[in-house]
């Protein structure tokens, strides 16, 4: 199917973190007309890389007039790096956040991060890209006060107050998956993919229960694999209840408010299904919001700010 035009008054937010690339040209009442998307992080291209796919998407939309970028295009591996915008902070300093730039011959805004020092310890903490779906979300529930959760490969736990991000804290759980299963002793016993089932339900027993250091636990799923207590085409999911009830004994410890919340689950559908799986086994309610319509709505919110 042939690509829209571009109209007037249309635009594009763009989604550029380190391994992949989305592109979404969206019309001036919000709704995505169209979406570009390649695997094409920051990370895997030059200058001269982001340059030609810039160009490719201005082909694929031709006259092209607003773009806007968020995501580690915007960082010191990305095309020019942006200062964060320190929490408390709302879409509004975001939006005085952004700096200018072109990029292939498309101008384009870059959209800050955001860094924030945790109530809880005082430690300081960053996030790239999760701002537009946060910001996003709050206009598609208007007034939301409380917790927001964007399981990932880097999961953020962000406090909302008075349309504001609070603070927030950021677990690696989905990184140390993905390399503990890819490499190393423990990818030997792995088969198959994550799922809701006993296994996954006993490592989140295990990983929440904070008796044992998730060192000593991680081991512990080899050991029953080799032992026969745990099936290989179980392990996934023990590994990752494991680091999931781990994370979440985290985020309990750090906002003991979380037990008495209704989490918003920002991200791709399967990897929410387990977060929403875990929080249930732990008394935790959640509901799950889709990341693509948490973007465009945040994308256009920060258009509409840009031009008033």
């Known amino acids: 199917m042939e690509a829209p035009v571009p109209r007037a008054d249309d635009f594009v ?20 007309i169209d979406e570009y998307s390649r695997p094409s992080g920051v990370a895997k291209l030059d200058r001269a890389g982001m340059e030609d796919l810039m160009r490719a998407v201005a082909a694929h939309w031709p006259g092209l007039q607003m773009a806007y970028a968020a995501g580690m295009i915007g960082s ?3 095309w020019q790096d942006v200062p964060y915008v320190l929490a408390p902070a709302g879409l509004a300093e ?13 101008p384009v805004r870059l959209v800050p991060g955001m860094a924030c020092r945790r109530a809880y310890d005082g430690g300081p903490d960053i996030l790239r890209g999760e701002e537009i779906e ?11 006060d409380g917790f927001v959760a964007l399981p990932g490969t880097h999961t953020k736990w962000v406090r909302f107050s008075g349309g ?18 890819s490499a190393g002793l423990l990818a030997s016993i792995v088969e198959g993919e994550a799922q809701v089932g006993d296994a996954f339900l006993e490592g989140v027993r295990l990983g929440s229960a904070r008796q044992l250091g998730l060192g000593t636990l ?30 979440i004994a985290d985020a309990l410890a750090i906002h003991p408010g979380l037990a008495a919340a ?18 249930e086994s732990m008394q935790v309610g959640s509901w799950y919001v889709d990341s693509r319509a948490a973007c465009v709505a945040g994308f256009t919110a920060l258009h509409r700010l840009e031009m008033a």
């Open 13 to 32: 937010g763009i989604n550029w973190g380190s391994t992949n690339f989305r592109a979404y040209l969206i019309g001036a009442d919000g709704v995505a």
């Open 218 to 247: 991680l081991f512990g799923a080899r050991a029953r694999v080799i032992r026969g207590a745990l099936p290989r085409t179980e392990s996934a999911s023990f590994l990752r209840g494991l680091l999931i009830g781990a994370e």
């Open 94 to 106: 975001i939006a005085r956040g952004m700096v200018g730039t072109v990029i292939g011959g498309v």
């Open 164 to 181: 504001k991000v609070v603070d927030f804290f950021t677990s690696m759980s989905g990184e140390m998956y993905d390399r503990l299963t």
């Open 134 to 144: 946060l910001f996003g979300f709050t206009q598609l529930h208007r007034g939301w």
């Open 262 to 279: 209704q989490i918003p689950l920002i991200g791709n559908g399967p990897l929410c299904q387990l977060y929403a799986a875990a929080l």
């Open 76 to 78: 010191n591996v990305g």
